[in-house]
C-alpha cells in the first residue's frame, strides 16, 4: 500500500519545482546551464586527460623496460663470455652463475614487457576514443554557448516586449479627470453658443417691426419714384411749351400728394406682409 505522506511530498515537490520554473529569471536559468555545459566538458575533458595520461605513463614503462632488457642481456652476454675465456674452471662457473641470473631477471623483464605492451595498446585505444570524445564535447560546448547568447537575445527581447505591453496596458488603462472640461465639451459649448446666438439674429432680421420698416421704406420710395416722374414729366411740358410760346410764367413746385391710410393698407396688403382686417375685407 502507498504511503500517503510520501506522495504527498512527492506531489508538494513537484508542485514546487513547477512553480519556480515559471516564476524562474529566463537569464538565470540560462547562466545555469552555460555553468552545467561547461562543468561537464571540464569533467570529459579531466577523464580525456587520465586516459591519455595512463597512455604516455604506459610508454614511460615500456622505455623503460626495454633499456632494461637490453642491459640484461648485454650483461648476460658479457658474462656468458667471461666464462667461455676463463682458464679456471671455478671461475668459469661463477661466470655462469651470474649470466644465468641475469637470465632469470631477462625472463622478467620480457614477462613485464609483454604485458605492458598490451596494456599500452589497450590503453591507446582508450586514449584515442577519450581524445575523440573530448573534442566532441568541445564542438557540443561551443554549440550550446552560442544556442546561449541567442537565448539571451531571445530573453532580453522577451523582456522589452513585456515591458512594452505593460506600458501599452497602462496607458489604456488611463482615464480623463473629471474635474477638467475635455476639449470636446469645451467645444461643443462653444458650438451651441454661436448656434444659438445665429437663431437669435435671424429671428431678429425675420421680425414683424423689421418687416414694417422695410414696407415704410419700400413705399417712401415708391412714392419719391412717382413724385419724381411726376416731375420730369412737368420739365418735359414746359419745354415744349417754352419752345413754342416763349415768356410763359414759370414752374411751381406742387405740394406732395399725401396717402390716405386706407391706400397705405392696401399697398401692404399687396406686399403680402400685413394680413388685412376683416372689417377691411367687408368694406
Known amino acids: 500500500m502507498p504511503n500517503p505522506l510520501s506522495k504527498g511530498w512527492k506531489y508538494l515537490m513537484a508542485s514546487f519545482d513547477s512553480k519556480i520554473d515559471e516564476n524562474a529569471d529566463p537569464k538565470v536559468q540560462i547562466q545555469q546551464a552555460t555553468d552545467a555545459a561547461k562543468r561537464q566538458h571540464q569533467q570529459i575533458?579531466?577523464?580525456?586527460?587520465?586516459?591519455i595520461g595512463n597512455q604516455k605513463q604506459l610508454e614511460m614503462k615500456l622505455d623503460r623496460l626495454l633499456t632494461s632488457q637490453q642491459q640484461l642481456q648485454d650483461q648476460a652476454r658479457t658474462a656468458l663470455q667471461a666464462a667461455a675465456q676463463a682458464g679456471d674452471a671455478a671461475k668459469a662457473q661463477e661466470y655462469n652463475n651470474t649470466a644465468e641470473i641475469f637470465a632469470s631477471q631477462l625472463v622478467a623483464v620480457e614477462q613485464q614487457l609483454e604485458e605492458t605492451k598490451q596494456l599500452h595498446a589497450q590503453a591507446s585505444q582508450n586514449a584515442e576514443q577519450a581524445t575523440r570524445q573530448q573534442l566532441e564535447s568541445e564542438a557540443r560546448l561551443r554549440e550550446q554557448l552560442s544556442q546561449i547568447d541567442q537565448l539571451r537575445a531571445q530573453a532580453d527581447q522577451a523582456a522589452m516586449q513585456e515591458t512594452a505591453t505593460r506600458a501599452m496596458d497602462s496607458m489604456q488603462e488611463l482615464r480623463p479627470d473629471?474635474?477638467?472640461?475635455?476639449?470636446?465639451?469645451?467645444?461643443?459649448?462653444?458650438?451651441?453658443?454661436?448656434?444659438?446666438?445665429?437663431?437669435?439674429?435671424?429671428?431678429?432680421?425675420?421680425?414683424?417691426?423689421?418687416?414694417?420698416?422695410?414696407?415704410?421704406?419700400?413705399?417712401?420710395?415708391?412714392?419719391?419714384?412717382?413724385?419724381?416722374?411726376?416731375?420730369?414729366?412737368?420739365?418735359?411740358?414746359?419745354?415744349?411749351?417754352?419752345?413754342?410760346?416763349?415768356?410763359?410764367?414759370?414752374?411751381?413746385?406742387?405740394?406732395?400728394?399725401?396717402?390716405?391710410?386706407?391706400?397705405?393698407?392696401?399697398?401692404?396688403?399687396?406686399?403680402?406682409?400685413?394680413?388685412?382686417?376683416?372689417g377691411d375685407v367687408d368694406k
Open 45 to 51: 575533458t579531466e577523464q580525456a586527460a587520465a586516459v
Open 178 to 278: 473629471g474635474n477638467v472640461p475635455t476639449l470636446d465639451a469645451v467645444r461643443d459649448k462653444i458650438e451651441k453658443r454661436y448656434a444659438d446666438a445665429l437663431g437669435a439674429q435671424e429671428l431678429t432680421q425675420h421680425s414683424v417691426g423689421d418687416r414694417m420698416a422695410e414696407i415704410t421704406s419700400a413705399g417712401t420710395d415708391m412714392k419719391a419714384a412717382a413724385r419724381l416722374a411726376e416731375i420730369r414729366a412737368s420739365l418735359a411740358g414746359e419745354l415744349t411749351q417754352g419752345d413754342k410760346e416763349p415768356g410763359q410764367p414759370e414752374l411751381v413746385d406742387a405740394e406732395p400728394v399725401e396717402e390716405s391710410d386706407e391706400q397705405a393698407k392696401a399697398d401692404a396688403a399687396g406686399e403680402g406682409m400685413i394680413p388685412e382686417e376683416p
